[in-house]
């Protein structure tokens, strides 16, 4: 168990409203992903973080905005949420050790966009 | 660009058989890590097994094993004496050692056991 959660697990909300996932993680890793998935698609890389207030971009960013104040905490935001981000959103942490550096992924959030 | 490819949507297998899961791969790196990640139905991402570029022997974690062959960029899981609770979506992904180090994942197999 890597301590990862995500909040909320699930959200329906309408379009152009402003949405924020949030990412926590209990053991002070350094690096942290949001990936999305989609039917047909395995997850695809939105955003990552490789330290505190440290973040770039992925294959699948536009729309999509991040922040990392604190190391426990990755935030996603959907600034204007549309239909084409109904998905759902999974946060991983890497973890180094005999297997590389391996990632570890939260239970993930559904979202819903009407 | 990195690119992993899954060719099978869907397999079936019988209980207690073995089945293998096809997974390609494209980098120009030369160091790179392979994982494969099973998706039950209740959706979460469960890490299986990893393949280092560089590992001499093919990884092994229990019932589940990676037929690492590097000249054909290619990474097949093989599960054996499948079990009923094997049944779920597969995927293969492929982690940058340098950098973001983030995966990229292939379109997923879906697995179902069948008694």
């Known amino acids: 168990d890597a301590g990862i959660t995500q909040s909320p697990r699930h959200k329906v909300t309408e379009t152009g409203t402003p949405v924020t996932l949030r990412c926590h993680q209990t053991e002070n890793h350094r690096y942290m992903y949001w990936y999305r998935q989609d039917p047909g698609h395995g997850l695809r890389l939105i955003h990552y973080s490789y330290g505190v207030k440290d973040t770039d971009k992925g294959e699948v960013s536009d729309g999509y905005s991040v922040s990392r104040s604190k190391t426990e905490d990755f935030l996603l935001t959907l600034e204007s949420a549309t239909s084409s981000q109904t998905s759902v959103y999974f946060c991983a942490i890497s973890e180094s050790g005999s297997y590389g550096d391996t990632q570890y992924f939260g239970p993930g959030t559904r979202l819903t966009v009407l | 660009a990195q690119k992993i490819t899954q060719t099978q949507p869907g397999m079936f297998v019988q209980e207690k058989e073995a089945v293998t899961l096809d997974c390609t791969y494209d980098?120009?790196?030369?160091?790179?890590?392979l994982f494969w990640y099973k998706q039950p139905s209740s959706g979460e991402m469960i890490f299986l097994i990893y393949q280092g570029s560089y590992d001499q022997q093919n990884a092994t974690e229990g019932r589940y094993s990676l037929n690492f062959q590097k000249a054909r960029k290619s990474a097949n899981l093989v599960i054996s004496a499948s079990q009923l609770g094997d049944s779920a979506m597969y995927f293969c992904?492929?982690?940058?050692?340098?950098?973001?180090?983030?995966?990229?994942f292939g379109s997923g197999t879906r697995l179902q056991v069948q008694p």
């Open positions: 980098t120009s790196d030369p160091s790179y890590g």
């Open positions: 992904a492929m982690r940058e050692d340098t950098g973001r180090r983030a995966l990229t």
